[in-house]
């Protein structure tokens, strides 16, 4: 599985394998939700698979991919991520790479419960 940097600008990188889109991750303040609270404490990532590809234990590989590329290209002190509360497949993805759960709040933009989970760099 590698990855292929689409656009510097705005955080959002391809995930491919053998050639072919399998997902994305993305850094930056496009991976917050609106009514959470964040500050420069951490880096936060957010991304998926392709949908046909969820749901066959290839996340944790793709996330951690993502991982080692944030980690080499931004350095940062800690990683964050922001999940729907609902969503418990991503949850243990997550807390599978070490993350923690913080807090969680309700995003302004429908009122749906998120949780905003975090992972310190060595
Ligand atoms: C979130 C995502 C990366 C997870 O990867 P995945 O390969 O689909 O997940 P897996 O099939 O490995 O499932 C992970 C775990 O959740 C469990 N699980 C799956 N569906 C579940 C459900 N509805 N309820 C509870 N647990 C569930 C699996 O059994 C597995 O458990 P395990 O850790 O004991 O093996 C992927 O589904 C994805 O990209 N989804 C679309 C976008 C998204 O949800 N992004 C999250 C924002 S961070």
Known sequence: MGR????????????VDKGELIGYRVFGPDGRVPGGEYDESALDTGGGLRPELTGRGLGKQAIAT?????????????????????NIRAQRVVQGLGFVPNRTFNATTDGRSFVIMTRRQP
């Open 66 to 86: 993502g991982l080692e590329y944030g980690a080499a290209h931004f350095r940062p002190t800690a990683f964050r991520v922001t999940v729907a509360s609902f």
């Open 4 to 15: 292929l940097p689409t656009d510097s600008r705005n955080g959002y990188v391809a995930l």
